[in-house]
C-alpha cells in the first residue's frame, strides 16, 4: 500500500481503523480489566488483520514469512543482542524485584516445556503479525521514513501492554517492540520476528518477569 496512491477517504478510513484496533481495543481491555483472556483478543485481531490484507492480497502471509531470512548471520545478531537483554532483565528483576527471580523455574516448573513450545505460536506469532507485518504494511502511508514507523510500531506495542496495569510491561515491551520493528524493518520476515519475540518471552518467564505480563494488576513497588 506504500507504493499506491492513497485517496483521502481510504486515508480516513485507515486512521479510523488504526484508532479502534491500536488505542480503542487495548483501552477497553484495560478499563474492564480484561486482561484475563487478553488471548482471546489477541487472536481475534490477529485474523482481522490477515483477513484485511489478505482481502487483496492473498499470498500476504506466505509472501511475509520469508523463511529465508533465517540465517546464520541473521540469527548471530539476533542471539547475541538477546543474551546483552537477557543480562539486562536479571540485573533488573535483580534490583526491582529480587523475590521474584526465577519463581517459574522454582515453583512451577512442570509449566514450563508447554510455555516454551505455546508461548511462540499462541503469543509471538499474532503479536508480529499485528505489530510488524500488518503495521508495517497497512499504516505505512501516514509514515515518511523507516525510522518513524519503528517508532511507531514500538510506541503501539508498548501501548498495547498498558493492559496488565503495571508500568513493568509496557517499559519492557517498548524497549522490545523497537528491536522487533528494527528486525522487521531490516528482514520483512514475520518468521525471523516471530523467533526473536520468542527467544525474548520465553527468557522473561524464566527469569522471573512473567508475572508482570498475565492475568492483570500486578502491585506496584
Known sequence: MDNMVVSDRIKL???????????LLPSIIIS????????FFLWGAGIYCWLAIHHNRENFLRDVWKWDAVTFANM?????????????????LYYYAPERMFEM????????????????????FPQELIFCSFFFERYAVFFRTERVKIVASALVFAYAHILFIN??????TLIAGVIFAM??????SLALV???????????FLIGLGRYFYGGAVPLH
Not at 32 to 39: D, I, P, T
Not at 167 to 172: N, Q, R, T
Not at 196 to 204: Q, R
Open 167 to 172: 508500568w513493568v510491561a509496557p517499559f519492557l
Open 76 to 92: 548471530k545478531i539476533i542471539v547475541v543482542r538477546w543474551l546483552i537483554a537477557c543480562v539486562g532483565m536479571l540485573l533488573f
Open 194 to 204: 516471530t523467533i526473536e519475540h520468542a527467544l525474548y518471552g520465553n527468557a522473561l
Open 32 to 39: 474492564f480489566r480484561l486482561a484475563g483472556v487478553m488471548l
Open 183 to 188: 528486525t522487521f524493518s531490516k528482514t520483512r
Open 105 to 124: 523455574v522454582l515453583h512451577k516448573p512442570g509449566f514450563l516445556p508447554y510455555l516454551m513450545v505455546a508461548y511462540p505460536v499462541l503469543s509471538a
Open 13 to 23: 478510513l485507515l486512521l479510523l481503523e488504526f484508532v479502534v484496533l491500536c488505542l
